[in-house]
């Protein structure tokens, strides 16, 4: 084969790849927006939340995809490498920097590490089965992950009724 037809299709490869990165940091950038507003004070009283946490919330919006775009598209992490990933993502995002401390009193964190892996199970791996079209393959892992978040968002709304009133 020609060096120029190599170049060609080795150029192809790097466009579709860049095209599912871009793809998958978009999702990943709205589906932790949508995490986000709907699991925290922001559903309540959006721009006084936004207000007082938006430079640190940039930069998680933006900032977390970014590593998993490079995880998962620079060193083809996948699985089980991409849980244990994500579980890092969470202690680092929740004990670090939040101080989420629901995470580690029991026995709240019973219920608080399951909405937890949900929540980031949307960030981190939906994007990634949409952008792959594997969705369907991962449809228990979805309905696992839609759920837990769905009882956050649940949970939320009732505590932001329940201290209004």
């Given at each position: 084969m020609?060096?120029?037809a190599?170049?060609?299709e080795?150029?192809?490869?790097?466009v579709?790849?860049?095209?599912?990165w871009?793809?998958y940091f978009?999702?990943?950038?709205l589906?932790?927006v949508v995490?986000?507003?709907t699991?925290?004070?922001?559903?309540?009283e959006?721009?006084?939340?936004?207000?007082?946490?938006?430079?640190?919330l940039l930069?998680f919006?933006?900032?977390y995809p970014?590593v998993?775009c490079?995880?998962?598209?620079g060193?083809g992490?996948?699985g089980?490498?991409?849980f244990?990933?994500m579980l890092?993502g969470?202690?680092?995002v929740?004990?670090c920097?939040?101080?989420n401390?629901?995470?580690?009193?029991p026995?709240i964190?019973?219920?608080?590490?399951?909405?937890?892996?949900?929540?980031?199970?949307?960030?981190?791996?939906l994007?990634?089965w949409v952008?792959?079209?594997?969705f369907r393959?991962?449809?228990?892992?979805?309905?696992?992950?839609?759920?837990?978040?769905?009882?956050?968002?649940l949970?939320?709304?009732?505590?932001?009724?329940?201290?209004r009133?």
């Amino acid at each position: 084969m020609f060096p120029a037809a190599q170049f060609g299709e080795r150029w192809a490869q790097v466009v579709k790849a860049m095209q599912a990165w871009l793809k998958y940091f978009v999702g990943a950038v709205l589906a932790w927006v949508v995490v986000d507003f709907t699991t925290t004070a922001a559903i309540g009283e959006p721009a006084r939340y936004y207000s007082k946490y938006m430079p640190a919330l940039l930069v998680f919006y933006l900032g977390y995809p970014l590593v998993f775009c490079v995880l998962i598209y620079g060193f083809g992490l996948g699985g089980r490498g991409l849980f244990l990933a994500m579980l890092a993502g969470i202690a680092v995002v929740e004990l670090c920097f939040v101080r989420n401390r629901l995470l580690l009193t029991p026995p709240i964190c019973l219920l608080a590490i399951p909405i937890s892996l949900g929540h980031y199970g949307m960030v981190t791996f939906l994007p990634k089965w949409v952008v792959e079209r594997s969705f369907r393959k991962n449809r228990k892992w979805a309905a696992a992950t839609l759920s837990a978040w769905g009882l956050g968002v649940l949970l939320n709304i009732l505590t932001q009724f329940a201290s209004r009133h």
